[in-house]
């Protein structure tokens, strides 16, 4: 095996490692949120905060503080130290591993860069990487101090953004990592399916994206408690009031009932686009890999709407809804991977590694 295919081989399993770590952010992140554990540090020290509390003595400055927030006065007030513990921990969890992330994706990026492992023209790509994961750290805070003001509740526009940030990232990486990895060069032009599936498969990549900027608006905006029937929206598929705002397009941002119908058909939209896909691929390909990238499509399609019922019907179990949100963004990964298989048709090829690419 050539340097070339080495490096892109190490640079490839690096960014599935990145790329599986921040799975496991977003499904932290999640279970912060759901256990109302978001505004339990109301101090954003980069690096400092790394560093609990390690003594009765700074537990209790950290909890003073927290008794100054919204949060505590509105909805937490007499809480116990033993119970502001709790919610402590999982926000700090949270924070410290977005902290290991950016560790794990700079210490080996600056490595491949100075050895001049990194690919031809994904330098600038990996670059990008970085930039956006600063944002999103920024984001986070900014989200955080949207609660410490007044209303102890996070802006949910602010919670949809940092997801969906967090996202794109995801996404962004799962295709670069596919592009670094993917044996595309032994598929022979024979078992290549017809393009339309390809781009099938791109537009179900995006519609689940924005489905899951839907789903950032029902958590932050609480319209997954609005409604617990399926597949009813209380006596009727289309519920009472629906974008019944002025303007009516806001209706979509901020009344509970349209922002859960509107997470529900997108659900209903996904579920039969993906279900033909997934037929389409195994009908009209013979790559092993798409068909099995489509196998675990539906599998991950299928579970996605069983734990999105569960959720609703059981009142936003934390379990359930933890899982939703991991598998959602699982289905993104798959959709990403499949879309690529199917559209970019050029080889891999041992480009040469050069200190100079961008």
Avoid at 257 to 279: C, D, K, P, S, W
Wanted: glycine share 8%.
């Amino acid at each position: 095996m050539s340097d070339a295919l080495v490096y892109r081989r190490q640079v490839g399993l690096w960014l599935a490692i990145c790329a599986a770590t921040i799975l496991a952010m977003i499904l932290l992140g999640g279970v912060t949120r759901l256990t109302n554990s978001g505004l339990s540090m109301v101090e954003w020290r980069p690096l400092l905060g790394i560093i609990p509390p390690l003594n009765q003595e700074q537990w209790l400055d950290v909890f003073a503080k927290y008794k100054t927030s919204p949060e505590y006065q509105i909805v937490n007030a007499g809480m116990s130290l033993s119970e502001f513990k709790y919610i402590f921990m999982y926000e700090y969890l949270h924070r410290v591993l977005g902290r290991i992330i950016g560790i794990l994706f700079f210490v080996p990026y600056v490595y491949f860069l100075v050895k001049g492992r990194i690919p031809y023209g994904y330098r600038a790509k990996l670059a990008l990487l970085f930039v956006l994961g600063g944002c999103q750290g920024l984001l986070g805070w900014f989200m955080v101090k949207s609660g410490l003001v007044d209303d102890p509740r996070v802006s949910h526009y602010r919670l949809t953004a940092h997801l969906g940030l967090a996202v794109l990232i995801f996404g962004f990486m799962v295709w670069l990592t596919s592009s670094l990895l993917d044996g595309r060069h032994q598929q022979s032009a024979a078992g290549r399916a017809p393009l339309w599936i390809g781009r099938l498969a791109a537009a179900l990549a995006i519609l689940i994206y924005l489905m899951i900027l839907s789903g950032g608006l029902v958590a932050g905006s609480r319209a997954g408690y609005a409604w617990s029937t399926w597949p009813l929206m209380g006596d009727s598929f289309i519920p009472p009031g629906l974008y019944a705002t002025t303007p009516a397009w806001l209706a979509a941002f901020e009344d509970i009932t349209t922002i859960q119908f509107n997470h529900r058909l997108f659900a209903y939209v996904i579920g039969l686009l993906g279900g033909a896909l997934a037929v389409a691929v195994y009908r009209l390909s013979h790559d092993r890999l798409a068909r099995s990238a489509a196998g675990l499509f539906a599998l991950l399609l299928a579970s996605q709407i069983t734990l999105g019922v569960i959720t609703i019907l059981y009142h936003v179990p934390i379990a359930a809804a933890a899982a939703h949100q991991v598998v959602g963004v699982s289905l993104f990964a798959s959709a990403i991977y499949l879309a690529r298989r199917l559209l970019v048709m050029e080889p891999h090829s041992a480009r040469t590694i050069s200190q100079t690419s961008t």
